[in-house]
């Protein structure tokens, strides 16, 4: 299977299959052929870019509401806060590193820093 995203306004839409018969031409697979197949389908209107679903280009799988950077080539998921930064990847990161201390955190975008996860107690579970 291949994977395309629709854009409207370079915001993915939809993400659909193809299988891969509809990409050949003259037995190789073609992104054009692809496209053209799901204009034929959906309207000649509509926008689509090939996505691949282990990351072999543009960077990272598309899903609804990423933004397709036709300059970078890449899908960049949305922003998961205001102070995050993107980097060539289109990945977004944290102004700071994450602790690698084996505890779990989360991000306080109100303080800038990670904040450690304190699990309430928990009843040990005791197998016979």
Same mark, same amino acid.
């Given at each position: ?9 370079? *915001? ?22 692809? *496209?053209?197949?799901?204009?034929? *389908? ?87």
């Amino acid at each position: 299977m291949a994977y395309f995203a629709k854009l409207e306004n370079n *915001i993915v839409s939809q993400v659909l299959s193809v299988n891969n018969q509809e990409l050949l031409v003259d037995g190789v697979e073609s992104e054009q052929a692809g *496209i053209d197949f799901l204009k034929n *389908i959906f309207g000649q209107d509509t926008i689509w870019v090939q996505t691949s679903y282990n990351r072999t280009f543009r960077k990272n799988y598309a899903g609804v509401g990423f933004l397709y950077d036709a300059s970078r080539d890449g899908f960049i998921p949305p922003k998961p806060f205001d102070s995050w930064v993107l980097n060539e990847d289109c990945n977004w990161y944290a102004p700071v590193p994450m602790p690698t201390d084996g505890k779990m955190y989360t991000w306080d975008e109100e303080s800038l820093a990670w904040k450690e996860v304190v699990m309430p107690n928990q009843t040990p579970v005791v197998h016979l």
